[in-house]
């Protein structure tokens, strides 16, 4: 007897406007929902870039705060917070990657205000109901659809000056939402399809990019890839990458995108051990006989980071880490074994090709 698929999809209410110049479409889209008093929330170092975006969006901004730091940390929320309902704002506006997308999420989940969001990476969190958050050096998720944005505006030209070394270390963050989706134990017919389609785009419109920066052809891919990949991550569960990347970052402050970046080859490789029916359409996008190899090839191509070294983590640190790896693990398609992570953690630290198959403990 033929089985028949079962599955539920969770669909925000969610417009994403793509390719058009972002400011008036801010204007635009507070205007639609009768905003008027909207904070625009930015990270210190875009804090001069941040102001001349309220001004080009008008009267409808009546604060900016330059305030949101990397892994979402509790304390700048509640530093933000006070600020906001001072401002008798009625909107937020997220204007910058994944910390800014992160901390207008935190406030709108604390405020019930309407939140824009305008990415300046691929990072894709910005079409998710989900929220990462650091508290006492610890890293949790949360997930709760008053964290999904209502409007999310893709401007490639705001993104044409980011640098090549962002560009690629947050398209590959992207990339491996939709990676994992692929061996999700919640996904789906849909999800699958995103996924590759997402990965895809990705794979073929970066060299694209990092050869020519001002590409707007290859940056409107590229967030569109991220979009495809955003919405697959609000879809489904992660798994091994995203919790060790979670460990890594919020236990030992590695910066997010590049650790993505790092550990991506290695726990695909992991799980391909498992699951190598699930990832083979993965490798094929690549021209790899296997996804973990193919990503590590692809790094390599694009220059990506390779180690956890480089970006800072000791090697007396791995033991730890892969304990805290295997405390709470995220639904994964092969058993987290603390000898199997720690070869895993000392490859990705060494900057070494992942194992394969046949090399795994």
């Known amino acids: ?42 990270t210190p170092g875009h804090a001069a870039q941040a102001q001349d975006m309220a001004a080009r969006i008008g009267a409808g901004v009546v604060a900016v705060l330059p305030m949101a730091a990397m892994h979402t940390p509790v304390e700048v929320t509640l530093a933000a917070l006070p600020l906001v309902l001072a401002a008798k704002a009625d909107a937020l506006i997220s204007f910058g990657g994944g910390s800014v997308t992160g901390l207008g999420k935190a406030l709108a989940l604390r405020t019930g205000l309407p939140h824009i969001a305008v990415p300046t990476t691929h ?5 998710t109901g989900i929220l990462g958050q650091t ?16 409007v999310v505006i893709y401007d490639p030209q705001l993104i044409a000056s980011l640098p090549a070394d962002i560009t690629l270390t947050s398209a590959l963050n992207a990339l491996a939402h939709a990676v994992e989706a692929l061996y ?10 995103l996924a590759l389609q997402g990965a895809q785009v990705l794979i073929a419109a970066l060299p694209k990019v990092l050869e020519n920066l001002h590409n707007l052809t290859a940056r409107a891919d590229c967030q569109y890839g991220g979009f495809l990949c955003g919405l697959v991550l609000g879809q489904v569960g992660m798994g091994l990458h995203h919790k060790l990347c ?17 550990i991506l080859p290695h726990a695909v490789a992991y799980n391909e051990a498992a699951v190598p029916d699930l990832l083979a359409p993965l490798a094929a996008i690549l021209g790899a006989q296997t ?24 090697e007396d640190d791995l033991d730890r880490a892969a304990d805290l790896a295997t405390q709470t693990p995220y639904p994964n398609p092969r058993p987290l074994e603390k000898p199997a992570l720690l070869a895993l953690l000392h490859a990705a630290w060494a900057g070494q090709p992942p194992q394969t198959r046949g090399s795994h403990g």
């Open 123 to 127: 990072a894709g969190s910005e079409v």
């Open 135 to 150: 508290e006492a050096g610890r890293k949790t998720t949360l997930t709760d659809a008053r964290l999904q944005p209502q």
């Open 291 to 314: 996804a973990g190899q193919g990503l590590h090839a692809l790094a390599q191509r694009l220059n990506a980071p390779l180690s956890l070294q480089a970006l800072g983590l000791r």
């Open 184 to 193: 999700a134990p919640d996904r789906n017919p849909l999800t699958t399809t």
């Open 1 to 42: 007897m033929t089985q028949i698929p079962t599955f539920a999809l969770r669909l925000a209410a969610l417009r994403a406007q793509f390719g058009q110049p972002a400011a008036p479409a801010v204007a635009a889209a507070l205007q639609s929902l009768s905003l008027s008093r909207a904070v625009l929330l930015a």
């Open 246 to 262: 979670h460990t890594l970052g919020g236990s030992f402050g590695l910066p997010h995108a590049q650790t993505h970046a790092v």
